[in-house]
């Protein structure tokens, strides 16, 4: 959100997210199934009815279509239609898609981890803000909120170590006052804020830079001097002809 009060949502960035466990190793993204998994009935159709096989899989965003035909194939379209909505998901569970995926066991498999953030991301040169919270985040009543329902958690730790942060092009001597600043949350919920301002200085140009510039500058003065006399000089020149052949 920047200092007008408006909020960019689904800006272009280049973020990444690793899981780690409670030693802070990261997590291998690769998970092995259980053998033992039920079986799960085809899945629900927008319609109200199960897949067939000469049929396209078009699954319900359970009330939350922008059109006719949109489709929400899978937990994550559910969530995000819900999520421009403005609406919670409160209950993953009765989601078609989402009981399919299993979205809830992942959710209690990841309880206990953390995670490691990292990369960049563009924005305007103006006063705002950025955040990190956990659930997924929408709009409601002008307000930007996270929907935490689905983790069934009334706490949550935000302790957090800052190895990074910088703001534009690195460049010796600079000073990022967040680096390696380390965060410990000590009761069941907590919220961590952190105010810097961002000053890009302009870096003087060395005597010898400022040397070549001059010369190059004199040098492109004789070059246009030594234009306009030609041009001068044979310009009188066919002018004086001109009139000699008048007389």
Same mark, same amino acid.
């Given at each position: 959100m920047d200092i007008s009060g408006e909020a960019h949502l689904d800006v272009k960035h280049n973020i990444f997210k690793k899981r780690l466990d409670v030693n802070g190793k990261v997590i291998e993204p690769a998970r =092995? +199934?259980?053998?033992?998994?039920? &079986?799960?009935?085809?899945?629900?159709?927008?319609?109200?009815? !199960? %897949? +067939?096989?000469?049929?396209?899989?078009c699954g319900s965003c359970f009330g939350a279509e922008t059109e006719e035909d949109h489709c929400c194939n899978n937990c994550e379209e559910v969530r995000e239609a819900y999520r421009k909505k403005g609406w919670a998901l409160n209950n993953p569970d009765l989601i078609d898609q989402c009981k399919r995926e299993g979205f809830l066991q992942k959710i209690k498999d990841e309880d206990g981890e953390g995670c490691n953030v990292y990369g960049t991301l563009e924005a305007n040169k103006v006063a705002g803000n950025f955040h990190f919270a956990p659930g997924k985040s929408f709009q409601q009543a002008n307000m930007h909120v996270h929907d935490l329902m689905a983790f069934g958690k009334d706490s949550f730790n935000v302790s957090h170590k800052i190895n990074e942060i910088s703001f534009g092009v690195r460049y010796p001597g600079a000073v990022n006052p967040l680096d390696k600043l380390e965060r410990i949350q000590t009761t069941t919920h907590g919220m961590y804020q952190y105010f810097i301002k961002v000053k890009?200085? +302009? &870096? !003087?140009?060395?005597?010898?830079?400022?040397l070549?510039?001059?010369?190059?500058?004199?040098?492109?003065?004789?070059?246009?001097?030594?234009?306009?006399?030609?041009?001068?000089?044979?310009? =009188?020149? =066919?002018?004086?002809? !001109? %009139?000699? &052949?008048?007389?």
């Open positions: =092995q +199934e259980s053998i033992n998994q039920p &079986k799960l009935d085809k899945p629900l159709q927008k319609h109200g009815g !199960r %897949l +067939e096989h000469n049929e396209t899989y890009f200085t +302009e &870096k !003087r140009m060395s005597f010898f830079h400022f070549t510039n001059v010369c190059a500058i004199v040098g492109g003065v004789f070059s246009v001097s030594g234009i306009i006399d030609a041009f001068v000089y044979h310009g =009188q020149k =066919q002018i004086k002809k !001109r %009139l000699g &052949k008048d007389t």
